[in-house]
């Protein structure tokens, strides 16, 4: 039996000392799927950025299976560049929402979802754009194949002229966030105490118990995330559009914490929210 060779990355190189990882998200509009950037120590940038180009889009809802093996059935093999930073043309950019680890774990699961969001979402651009900040230069990758030079070019022609809405980002005065249930602080009052028993108690080893804020915009999630970003320097900077779930949907965030991390047979995680020393 033969197996398909796996498929190679083509890329061509555009300088970048004038473009950055937002303006081309804003140059790109509505096809950016996602944009991943980093702030090391709060105070510079990390060496890559990586913008990605819609393509596919899994949405995983539930009882649909485990969202990683069908993330995993859908990746192509493609075979990797020596000396290159990791294009992700052969992974899922997404999420998992927190109700997707009744899968792998036994846990009680809501019976209801006020979003009614998926348990995952996973897009699979069809290009990507890797910044690398030190040698100021972006790199367009996409997989060989047919029409594999025509979408390097039309992103390239993309990223060279200006979007309309590329201009300096201003900045309204505070809105105080509305609660969506104002009885809900009473229960998560109670519940912030049990919670603190049953650490102590040695019942788990970390929780995380959130209230939901509504705040009324007409701004985008691009200029949300802009405005993030600016305030809140972190080590994982991220929006994910989620157009394909709910029109105008995204996830914008700034984080400090790794989760958890894999390379080389090596799993590295640090979690923050929700630990105390143990």
């Not at 109700?99 to 809501?110: D, I, K, M, N, T």
């Not at 194949?145 to 201003?170: C, K």
């Not at 989760?259 to 590295?268: H, K, N, P, Q």
Request: with cysteine; proline share 9%.
């Amino acid at each position: 039996m033969t197996t398909a060779a796996p498929t190679r990355v083509t890329s061509l190189e555009l300088a970048a000392d004038t473009l950055t990882p937002v303006a081309a998200a804003l140059r790109l509009g509505e096809r950016c799927a996602f944009l991943l950037e980093s702030v090391e120590g709060g105070a510079r940038y990390g060496r890559y950025s990586i913008a990605g180009v819609h393509g596919r889009t899994l949405i995983v809802r539930d009882g649909d299976g485990d969202p990683l093996e069908v993330l995993r059935r859908a990746l192509p093999e493609v075979e990797p560049m020596a000396g290159d930073p990791a294009f992700p043309l052969a992974s899922g950019v997404g999420y998992l929402a927190y109700e997707a680890a009744a899968g792998w774990e036994r846990l009680p699961v809501p019976p209801t979802d006020p979003l009614e969001m998926p348990d995952a979402v996973f897009h699979l651009p069809s290009s990507v754009i890797v910044f690398d900040h030190l040698a100021q230069v972006a790199r367009v990758a996409t997989l060989e194949g047919p029409g594999a030079r025509e979408r390097l070019d039309e992103v390239a022609r993309t990223l060279s002229s200006p979007a309309e809405g590329e201009v300096p980002a201003t900045f309204a005065a505070a809105v105080v966030p509305k609660e969506i249930d104002p009885a809900a602080r009473i229960r998560y009052e109670r519940g912030v105490a049990q919670l603190v028993a049953e650490i102590h108690a040695g019942e788990m080893l970390q929780t995380v118990l959130a209230r939901r804020f509504s705040v009324p915009t007409r701004r985008s999630a691009i200029e949300i995330y802009r405005s993030l970003r600016r305030i809140n320097p972190s080590p994982y900077l991220y929006y994910l559009d989620l157009a394909a779930v709910a029109p105008g949907a995204a996830v914008v965030g700034a984080s400090p914490e790794l989760l958890v991390r894999v390379r080389d047979g090596e799993v590295v995680t640090r979690p923050i929210a929700g630990t105390r020393p143990r």
